[in-house]
């Protein structure tokens, strides 16, 4: 999940569409057909009737993040996309993890969760239920210390994230951040 | 006013100036072909769906106007899978409009049933589902804005069987609303005035000009552009006819099978004006030694091909009549200022002896066989004024070669996707939007028998436009492949010159049927044809089956190692082996 080494990074990209059949596969297929592995994908409804937000995480370079962009704006569909850099945004996801925890480990495993500020929110004898929400580092944190008493099973809601800062994504300048590096030669949306 | 959906979708066809549509009807789009008998809007009853698709290609290519197919559900919608998926790669704006099974039976594997907008998704510029009537007019309305504007594209419209029969008031939307649709139109002026330095700086310009001229209907500009400019202009196979071939400044086709001084020119540029070209393989060939030297100034409406394949130091994103027309401003501005255009002699002095040293060349024995290029331009010779359209494959490279076009919307035929199949459909299309035009399909034995049931469909519709069967017996751009790049061993690409006999094929579908089996026959064929102009005509052009086109770039290699004519070729084995007929 974590950028690595190879020149890749993982990018997140939050994606303005129209709540319409069928822009899931459309966003989707567009990945799919130009070859890009998606991380994680959220969607959901914003604060505007008619609009979803989706929040894509891709593990890409530089270019060809730039021409899926591209190519994500030429979707009828699609109203704005912004990359959203780390340092300039807020991120968060949830998960709920099954894990082992009978008899002397019970306690350490409810230790970590108090060291994480994480819930628990279903106890068997031989199992913990733990809802987790934080950033993605925190999260696969967390994870790595729970592996060790042997996950039963996972869910994973995969990234969402805002900009910081005061303004929403449709009050951002025209430009979009991950196609603008060129110069003012691109203006509008959709082709 | 009260009325049906499928009277609604006919009244929105005529308010789009849709004049003929081509299409199939069938079970789920039955509704439809009712108001039909009252409307205004011509049908073109096809043979075969893919006809009816690349015929509405053609009808667009041929007068700028968005071509239209009908087809029912199922088959009828999969059958359209090819001409949109053409349609999609070259830019051509068409709308498909397919019906659907009912909506209440929609995923349940009903009769005829294709998710065809799932299955169409990735080769239309957008399309829709629409499952309710009142939606049906704003969604052709928007079909049709989003198929002719920006880039322009294919968009399918499905529409279920039970749609076709609600009733809705009619109403016609004032304007379309597509929040995420606004095609960057207007050229950025600063960077028109970045792209005239680069151009005035320049000791080697070329005007790499694609297919989005003619989209734009921008030859006029770029023929201003060129010649107040003097700048040299090589025209792709998406563009020929762009740029009148006779004209000094005109080098010819670049690319694989393009002229020496047009792929050579562009090696040595120090500047690429690309206007509306995408930079395609066929036209690079590999990538990292292509006009290395060149500074590049990309104008294109679609911002995903600006850098997509080679970096652009001034990209404009626009429509190329309105970015040519400032580019053209702007540069006589300037010169105007400098006292005229830079002193490029040399380099114009060097062009034109690459023109004359390396010219399009083949030899036509008298005694025969006729050689393709021979048929090709004894046809121009004949008929200059003729629309030419083309199949995909050597007669297609010998024809956008051999004949000298013009101007724009001359010359027709399957680019991006190489549709065999194309030509006699397309030139339907073409000659039934373009009836004041003689039209001239330039096709491939092997193209000719994939779609060749449309010359019944030109004759019942009295749709008449000449075939020309460049008839070597083989698929022979294959066929050329396995003499050059495997060993001469041939497989499957052999056809036979008289199964099926194309002259009888055609008297049996209403048309006349000519055959020139001589080169002595060429020209008397030739003149029968062009005399008749109320039924469609074939020519069975016998030709040499070993003829290969030249110039070539074998795919993956350098445009700087350009195979000028069949002596530079070492052959493998003794050509006499070659199985022809």
Redesign the interface.
Known sequence: MNGNGNGRRLHTISVLVEDKPGVLTRVAGLFAARGFNIDSLAVGPTAEPGLSRMTIVVQVDRKPLEQVVKQLNKLINVIKIVELEPGEAVERELMLVKVRAEGETRARVLEICDVFRVRVLDVTHKTLTIEGTGTPEKLQALLELLRDFGIVELARTGRIALARGDVGIRDRGRRLKAVGERGPEWTGGGV | MKVTGAQALFMALEREGVDVVFGIPGGAILPAYDPLIDSKVRHVLCRHEQGAGHAAEGYAWATGKVGVAMATSGPGGCNLVTPLADAKMDSVPIVAITGQVPTPVVGNDAFQEADI??IT??IT??NF?VKDANELVETIRAAFH?ART??PGPVLVDIPKDVQLQEITWRWPEEVD???????TKG?L??VREAVKLILASERPVLYVGGGVIKADAAKELYRLAVDGRLPVVTTLMARGAFPDDHELALGMPGMHGCYAAVTAMQKADLLVALGARFDDRVTGQLATFAPEAKVIHVD????E???NRA?DV???GDAKDVIAKLHTELKRRQEELGGPPDRSAWLATLERWKREHPLRYEQPADGPIKPQFAIQRLYEHAKDAIVVSGVGQHQMWASQFWRFSEPRTWINSGGLGTKGFAVPAALGAAAGRPDRRVIAIDGDGCFQMTAQELATSTTEKIPFITAIINNAHLGMVRQWQELFYEERYSQVYLSHEVPDYAKLAEAYGCVGLRAEHPEDVDAVIEKALSITDRSVVIDFRCDPREMVFPMVPAGASNDDIILGPEQIKPTKDPSEAPVA
């Not at chain 2, 409406?301 to 995903?304: E, F, G, H, S, V």
Request: aromatic fraction near 4%; avoid cysteine.
């Open positions: 907008t799932g998704m990735p510029k957008h589902l989003i920006g880039r597509l929040p995420g649709y606004k095609p960057t950025n600063k960077q409406i679609d911002p995903a600006i850098g997509k652009a990209p404009i994103v």
